[in-house]
């Protein structure tokens, strides 16, 4: 079990960036699949896979609404994963999560372990 801890987030102008970080405590997060989820506030919202990082770097998937704008990536020495979020749009407002998994290429929420306190990420003008 880790402990994760976001940063991050805010409110942004539509176009706009942010980066959101996740510190992985605990553990070491080059041996860990992370992934990034959102979720919109509100009775059946269902957490949205964003993208995920897997274990080692060997591999990313990134959800289609998000490809060519969203990257993730880590920092080893720091044991910090990211999410670069650019060109953002109003409907990329919710709050966003950090997981991690053991499972390779982990797709859906109910294989990741342990997971951040979430940060909003709100796409206004």
């Known amino acids: 079990q880790v402990q ?8 942004v102008q539509p176009g706009g ?7 992985v405590s ?3 997060v080059s041996t860990y699949t992370m992934g990034w989820f959102r979720q919109v506030p ?3 919202q269902d957490r949205e896979l964003v ?19 969203f990257t993730i990536s880590t920092d080893n020495d720091k044991n910090m994963v990211y999410l670069q979020m650019n060109s953002l749009r109003p409907e990329d407002t919710a709050v966003y999560y950090c ?3 053991t499972v390779n290429m982990a797709y859906r ?3 990741y372990d342990d997971w951040g306190q979430g940060t909003q990420v709100t796409v206004s003008s």
């Open 51 to 69: 993208g995920v990082l897997n274990r080692g770097g060997d591999k990313t998937y990134i959800a289609d609404f998000a490809e060519g704008r």
């Open 42 to 44: 509100g009775p059946g």
């Open 99 to 101: 997981a991690s998994s």
């Open 17 to 23: 960036s942010l980066r959101l970080s996740c510190e």
């Open 109 to 111: 929420d109910w294989h």
């Open 26 to 28: 605990g553990g070491t």
């Open 4 to 11: 994760l801890i976001q940063s991050g987030g805010g409110l």
